[in-house]
């Protein structure tokens, strides 16, 4: 199977600190996304790395790839109640055409 | 507005009925995707279109059915062959397979 598997799947944390959340995947890969899903809506596309890329930065938002683990890791720096949301990621590669998702990481930011 | 738009956003069906879920997009995407969450899960694929009159099931396909008439259009059936529907429905498009996915805000679909 091409989806992500999210890890941890819930998280709790404090305003202002750090949250780090892991994907980890199984095939090869053109491209690793990640999403964000506020409760009841749909998702939104946060950042996409290439698999010749190692890391990638938007914001406040710090993406890692290793593809001889087949992992990544998403970092949201400076935590904001706001930040609260499911967070997904989506391996892309050449094999299957549809990006498949995960069960997410619930991220909480505690004000 | 570029975007993609699905309705309703909420939808109640009698147990038996067909239902059908609408998603329209003016992004010139060529690809379309629908996906079906339930309470605390994560996505799973239905069906899957990557240009016109053209589709593919994904991993749930059974009692759902879609057409593809249209660039634009990719609306989703929900048939009496399926047995537990009620979830929250998601339309999305991407410019090709693989690339940025575009999301709707999804259909609430209840059966009563």
């Known amino acids: 199977s091409q989806q992500g598997e999210e890890d941890p799947q819930a998280l709790s944390i404090q305003e202002g600190e750090n949250a780090t959340m892991n994907c980890s995947y199984k095939?090869?890969?053109?491209?690793l996304q990640w999403y964000r899903q506020n409760s009841g809506r749909g998702l939104v596309h946060l950042i996409l790395i290439r698999s010749n890329e190692r890391e990638k930065h938007s914001g406040r938002l710090r993406v890692t790839l290793d593809t001889s683990k087949k992992s990544s890791s998403l970092l949201i720096t400076a935590s904001r109640a706001a930040d609260t949301a499911s967070y997904f990621c989506?391996?892309?590669?050449?094999?299957?055409?549809?990006?498949?998702f995960g069960s997410g990481t619930r991220l909480q930011v505690q004000p | 507005d570029g975007g993609i738009t699905q309705s309703p956003k909420y939808l109640f069906r009698k147990e038996g009925q067909n239902v059908t879920l609408s998603c329209e997009q003016n992004l010139n995407h060529d690809a379309m995707y629908w996906y079906r969450q339930d309470p605390g899960q994560g996505l799973r694929l239905i069906y899957y279109s990557q240009i016109v009159n053209d589709f593919q099931k994904g991993d749930i396909a059974e009692g759902y059915s879609v057409s593809r008439e249209k660039k634009e259009s990719f609306p989703l059936t929900v048939t009496s062959a399926q047995k537990n529907p009620t979830a929250f429905y998601l339309c999305a498009s991407s410019p090709t397979e693989g690339t940025e996915a575009f999301f709707g805000q999804g259909t609430r679909l209840t059966v009563v």
């Open positions: 989506a391996p892309a590669g050449a094999g299957r055409r549809a990006l498949t």
């Open positions: 095939t090869s890969i053109n491209n």
